[in-house]
């Protein structure tokens, strides 16, 4: 058994903080910056699931085209930005260089590229649905492209803080390992 009257850390005023260890600050940098890449990741997986399922939808005949509209060109290719959302979560859980970088250039590839296509092609329709108030694709009753514009506009935000933040990633991992190597 322990005795209640063992040692016992003096009374301090508070400042013996100074000789403690202290987490370096490209840890705390990584870590919080893999976690706002998660969340992106996360929030990226659920605007693909919504062009997928449009996609699958309209191709398998789930419901009436007059219901969910064939999906625009720049869908297709933009399925293949499940490519940089994988090498993204790979990379994450042991700071993957490799993965990371490959992430960034699929997602200008992938995702970023489609998108860019995919509002020169809707902006003649856009267009006619602006000046002349006539939509003939419709997803749920809305004008099919203004739901995939509404998509696009939240898909470019999220492709865009995913590579600033994998940057930013990238720069910390990269630094760490230089660090490493002069030591």
Same mark, same amino acid.
């Given at each position: 058994? =322990?005795?209640? &009257? #063992?040692?016992?850390? !003096?009374?301090?005023?508070?400042?013996?903080?100074?000789?403690?260890?202290?987490? &370096?600050?490209?840890?705390?940098?990584? +870590?919080?910056?893999?976690?706002?890449?998660?969340?992106?990741?996360?929030?990226?997986?659920?605007?693909?699931?919504?062009? +997928?399922? $449009?996609?699958?939808?309209?191709?398998?005949?789930?419901?009436?085209?007059? =219901?969910?509209?064939? !999906?625009? $060109?720049?869908?297709?290719?933009?399925?293949?930005?499940? @490519? !940089?959302?994988?090498?993204?979560?790979?990379?994450? !859980?042991?700071?993957? *260089?490799?993965?990371? @970088?490959?992430?960034? *250039?699929?997602? #200008?590839?992938?995702?970023? +590229?489609?998108? *860019?296509? #995919?509002?020169?092609?809707?902006?003649?329709?856009?267009? $006619?649905?602006?000046?002349? #108030?006539?939509?003939?694709?419709? *997803?749920?009753?809305?004008?099919? @492209? =203004?739901?995939?514009?509404?998509?696009?506009?939240?898909?470019? $935000?999220?492709? +865009?803080?995913?590579?600033?933040?994998?940057?930013?990633?990238?720069?910390?991992?990269?630094?760490?390992?230089?660090?490493?190597?002069?030591?």
């Amino acid at each position: 058994m =322990t005795s209640r &009257a #063992g040692h016992k850390a !003096p009374v301090t005023n508070g400042s013996d903080f100074k000789n403690r260890e202290k987490v &370096a600050p490209h840890y705390q940098m990584s +870590a919080s910056l893999k976690s706002e890449v998660r969340r992106l990741n996360i929030v990226h997986l659920l605007v693909w699931l919504l062009v +997928a399922a $449009q996609v699958v939808v309209s191709h398998f005949n789930l419901v009436s085209h007059d =219901t969910v509209s064939m !999906p625009y $060109q720049w869908e297709y290719p933009y399925l293949l930005s499940m @490519v !940089p959302l994988l090498c993204s979560s790979l990379s994450l !859980p042991k700071s993957n *260089i490799s993965y990371l @970088v490959l992430s960034m *250039i699929s997602a #200008g590839l992938f995702s970023v +590229a489609p998108l *860019i296509y #995919g509002g020169m092609e809707m902006f003649p329709v856009a267009q $006619q649905l602006y000046r002349h #108030g006539k939509a003939y694709r419709f *997803i749920f009753g809305f004008s099919a @492209v =203004t739901v995939m514009y509404l998509i696009m506009v939240v898909a470019i $935000q999220v492709h +865009a803080w995913q590579l600033y933040y994998m940057k930013r990633l990238l720069d910390s991992w990269f630094n760490a390992t230089q660090e490493k190597k002069k030591k």
